[in-house]
């Protein structure tokens, strides 16, 4: 599943979640928030608090869409000329990000 989460305090400092198996996309410094995966329910044996959000594709995609409306994301060509990704290209990103972890 996708979620959004923030960090955790602990005494060793800020660290993510123990339950995030895959985290520390995405970064909205707005909310301070991190996009991650996390098995479903049925497939992991551990607990992950119910307060967390939880996204579809199309919801991940709105969120970072909107970022990068705020901010835009940068592409670096082989060249190492630097350019705003299109929304296209952000779509596209979001969505290997997704069928990477499906």
Known sequence: ???EY????TD??????AWVEDGGYFPDAAT???VG??????AREYY???TVTTMTQTEL???VLAMHSANKFIKVADDGT???????EVTAMVNAWVEARS
């Open 32 to 34: 301070n928030t991190f």
């Open 12 to 17: 060793g400092g800020m660290k993510t979640p």
């Open 82 to 88: 630097e350019s705003n990704m299109t929304n296209a």
């Open 6 to 9: 923030k960090m955790h305090m």
């Open 48 to 50: 992950v608090p119910d």
């Open 61 to 63: 995609n709105t969120k």
């Open 1 to 3: 599943m996708i979620i």
């Open 37 to 42: 995966w996390s098995p479903d329910e049925d």
